[in-house]
């Protein structure tokens, strides 16, 4: 399951995994009783690499932890893009699905893109076959070096229905690994090599 964190005051983060490359924290807030994380790496990639792996909606499969389907909806313009996801819940639960919207915003000065993450309430592809999720967060991506990024994702859901926070808060650990180390394989791939893209130009 996908997940993000408001940035009000809140408790301190605790390390609860580091192998990989990948740091994995999590922490309760005053918002859910459903625990947030966030993940850090830093990866040999070029920002490019990064967006086109967003962009490429239906790879999210390959990558993302637990997705089963993924669609792109609309990309109204080509800093913001809202796509269904489908992700597999374990039994005997019903697998949980979202509409996502994806902001862009790339600072040119400090080299940085920050790419909110924000489950909509959105009527759209509803169906009695999933539970539909709340929540935020963000990708944020720094560059360090002409070819070196270091990436930060962290996340807040509320997985919604009737599934209790400590089973939720089983996965805040594996969630974010797995997508993090899904992304950076991602990003290695040919077919997201050697893109560019307007906004992030300007």
């Known amino acids: 399951m996908l997940c993000i964190a408001p940035l009000h005051a809140q408790e301190s983060w605790d390390l609860v995994k580091e192998n990989e490359g990948v740091k994995v924290y999590t922490r309760t807030n005053e918002v859910m009783s459903f625990k947030e994380f966030r993940a850090t ?22 990558w993302g932890y637990n997705i089963s389907e993924a669609k792109l909806l609309e990309r109204p313009n080509d800093t913001i893009q809202i796509y269904y996801a489908v992700a597999k819940a374990p039994w005997p639960y019903k697998d949980r699905d979202g509409i996502y919207k994806n902001t862009f915003d790339w600072d040119k000065n400090s080299g940085s893109l920050t790419v909110d993450i924000e489950l909509l309430e959105d009527e759209r592809e509803l169906s009695k076959s999933f539970v539909r999720m709340d929540g935020y967060g963000f990708w944020k991506v720094e560059k360090i070096s002409a070819n070196e990024l270091k990436i930060d994702f962290q996340m807040q859901v509320d997985p919604g229905g009737s599934i209790k926070a400590w089973m939720a808060n089983m996965f805040v650990t594996d969630s974010p690994f797995k997508t993090m180390t899904g992304i950076r394989e991602a990003m290695s791939l040919k077919k997201h090599q050697g893109k560019s893209f307007e906004f992030l130009i300007k």
Request: glycine share 4%; charged share 25%.
């Open 41 to 62: 790496m830093t990866v040999k990639a070029k920002v490019e690499d990064f967006v086109s792996v967003l962009y490429d909606v239906d790879g999210l499969t390959s």
